[in-house]
Each structure stands twice: as C-alpha cells, then as structure tokens.
T-cell receptor
Framework: DAKTTQPTSMDCAEGRAANLPCNHS???????VYWYRQIHSQGPQYIIH???NNETNEMASLIITEDRKSSTLILPHATLRDTAVYYC?????????????FGAGTRLAVHP | GAVVSQHPSWVICKSGTSVKIECRSL??????MFWYRQFPKQSLMLMAT?????????EQGVEKDKFLINHASLTLSTLTVTSAHPEDSSFYIC????????????FGPGTRLLVL
C-alpha cells in the first residue's frame, strides 16, 4: 500500500480557506486518494476521493498533481466545526479487498 | 448518503465476559465491512475485513479467536470480543463499503469499550 505523508498539525482562521497537503509519491496508477476526517470521539467522516482529476463536492475540493505524487484538500471557508484530524489515505487493494490504512493524519485547528 | 450505525455506543463489562458489537448499514447493502480499533491519541488500526457469507480476514497480529466476526447479512456484521480483558478497552469502529459510490467506505460512530 502506498504510504502518505501529512503535516502533524495546522492552524486556520475561521472563514479562511484551509489547504491540507498530502504526499503519496509511491502511489500506483489505479490507486485512489481518499480523505476522511475524525472529530473527537466520533467515527471518521468521508470527505472526498479522486484518482487523477480534481474533484469538488459540497464539503471540499481535492487537487491532485499531474504526476499524482501529491494532493491538497481544500476547505474553502473553514468553520470552528471543521476542527478535526484529517486523514489522507491511498486506498490499496490487498487480499481481494479495498483497504484503508490510516496514518497519523493532520490535526487541523480552526480558530476564531 | 450512506449511513452506518453501531450498537451499543458504549459498554462497560467485567473482565472475562464477552461483548458483542453490531454494525449495520442502514440505507445500503454492504457485501464488505471492516472493523477497526483505536486507542487513545492513536490512529485507527484495521483489525479485519468481514465479507457476507464467508469467514473474516484478519490483519496480522489480530487474534481471530479473540475477536469473532460474523457477517450474516448484507446489512449486519457483528464483532464479539471474547473473554475481554482490560487491555481490550478501546474504541471499536466499523465501516461498510458502498458499491454505489465507487466502493467508498462509510464509518459508524464507534463503540467505546471499557473492561474493568
């Protein structure tokens, strides 16, 4: 499974865009990049995923570089409720199943 | 969207007893479900993959006789922690794979287990 590297923590002012980077230099051609977040004491929440193209939904945008070795999750207008641990995961196929292997993630703190 | 529930949300039990945790996909059928464990201030660790109608596949280091998984239907998987001990105290989280959305995994809210 391709590993990901994320900053340990980031800060963002409320109302500003939060840009969370992720490196996945060993990603394979058919592996997807997934983003989840976990608010304290809850199960992870799906945010967005992509393969090659940039993606946008009601929660966020995902920008994937052309060589697919890195990506950025963008929360366009961060709110206090976006404070969470954000996980960037390259979904691998192992033993016949699509597995998500969680790293340490980025702890995003949104402040007033 | 895809909704996954877990029951109970928290449980306290005595050492040596067994505890069953249920994971349900509420608005979709899930051939494959996953079980994770999370200790305080750590990330999620995949324990096993549960496939409807077949035996679960366990990750290396996870005792299959300790953590019994049954995926009896397309909407229900159960995890039974047998002969629980204090070191089994943890946050147990399940996820279900929704093939309507590119096999994206959706997570339950988690079950907090405390073994006294």
């Amino acid at each position: 499974d391709a590993k990901t590297t994320q900053p340990t923590s980031m800060d963002c002012a409320e109302g500003r865009a939060a840009n969370l980077p992720c490196n996945h230099s060993t990603i394979s051609g058919n592996e997807y990049v997934y983003w989840y977040r976990q608010i304290h004491s809850q199960g992870p929440q799906y945010i967005i995923h992509g393969l090659k193209n940039n993606e946008t939904n009601e929660m966020a945008s995902l920008i994937i570089t052309e060589d697919r070795k890195s990506s950025t999750l963008i929360l366009p207008h961060a709110t206090l409720r976006d404070t969470a641990v954000y996980y960037c995961i390259v979904r691998g196929f192992s033993g016949g199943y699509n597995k998500l292997i969680f790293g340490a993630g980025t702890r995003l703190a949104v402040h007033p | 969207g895809a909704v996954v529930s877990q029951h109970p949300s928290w449980v306290i039990c005595k050492s040596g007893t067994s505890v069953k945790i249920e994971c349900r996909s509420l608005d979709f059928q899930a051939t494959t479900m996953f079980w994770y464990r999370q200790f305080p201030k750590q990330s999620l660790m995949l324990m096993a993959t549960s496939n409807e109608g077949s035996k679960a596949t366990y990750e290396q280091g996870v005792e299959k006789d300790k953590f019994l998984i049954n995926h009896a239907s397309l909407t229900l998987s159960t995890l039974t922690v047998t002969s629980a001990h204090p070191e089994d105290s943890s946050f147990y989280i399940c996820s279900a794979e929704d093939r309507r959305f590119g096999e994206t995994q959706y997570f339950g809210p988690g079950t907090r287990l405390l073994v006294l």
